[in-house]
């Protein structure tokens, strides 16, 4: 809605410009700036008085439609957030921050890339790198290498 009230907002004035000129009259300088000017403050006056819609939408896989989702308030949101880490341990809070979480959560088989990501974040433990009987430099570059069996393990 708010594109075509920018549209039909700058048109008119661009016409105006325009009128009376023959197509192959190369615009002055002047001109092509003062028209850049006169459209863009039409497109900004058209966007300000457009109140933009909140809602969120996301894509219904099973249908293919687009489906309005209710958004809480910030409050509760955070709330959530803080009683789900309060249930954890700080070793779990740790590795969900390095993007290794919780697998009882995941839908499917882990990706190649979720095992990296597992792998890495072990390499970052010292009692699993010693558990391993390597030192973190040599994690790092054999999970790099696409082995992460034996850090994981």
Wanted: charged residues 25%; proline residues 3%; glycine residues 6%.
């Amino acid at each position: 809605l708010s594109i075509i009230v920018i549209l039909s907002s700058v048109l008119p004035f661009v016409e105006c410009l325009t009128v009376g000129k023959s197509r192959n009259q190369i615009p002055s300088p002047a001109m092509s700036r003062k028209k850049m000017i006169v459209s863009s403050m039409a497109a900004l006056t058209g966007s300000v008085l457009v109140p933009s819609s909140e809602a969120k939408y996301i894509l219904n896989d099973e249908t293919g439609d687009y489906v309005e989702i209710s958004e809480e308030d910030w409050q509760t949101s955070w709330k959530q957030r803080l009683d789900k880490a309060q249930s954890m341990s700080s070793e779990e809070i740790f590795n969900a921050a390095r993007g290794a979480g919780n697998l009882d959560l995941r839908n499917g088989e882990e990706t190649e890339s979720g095992r990296k990501r597992r792998a890495m974040s072990a390499c970052r433990n010292k009692d699993f790198r010693t558990k391993a009987g390597v030192n973190d430099k040599q994690c790092n570059s054999r999970v790099m290498g696409g082995e992460t069996d034996f850090i994981l393990n």
